[in-house]
């Protein structure tokens, strides 16, 4: 018996909370770098780090 909760064939989960925010932050950076921190195989820590460019 499968969950309420498992997608479908064909169907993907929603993105978990930690997979999101890294998509959030991709989304609205323009210049910079995100860093990840793991542990144990886990992501524990997102770091966002933002550029402004400033033409010449």
């Known amino acids: 018996m499968t969950s309420s909760q498992d997608p ?6 929603p993105p ?3 997979v999101q925010t890294v998509l ?3 989304e ?3 210049f910079g ?5 793991v542990h144990e195989g886990r992501l ?5 780090t933002e550029r402004h460019r400033y033409p010449n």
């Not at 770098?33 to 921190?37: K, M, R, Y």
């Not at 524990?44 to 966002?48: E, K, N």
């Open 16 to 18: 978990s909370r930690a």
């Open 44 to 48: 524990v820590q997102v770091d966002v």
């Open 8 to 13: 479908s064939p064909g169907e993907r989960a």
């Open 24 to 26: 959030d932050a991709l």
């Open 28 to 30: 609205k950076l323009r």
């Open 33 to 37: 770098a995100i860093q990840l921190t």
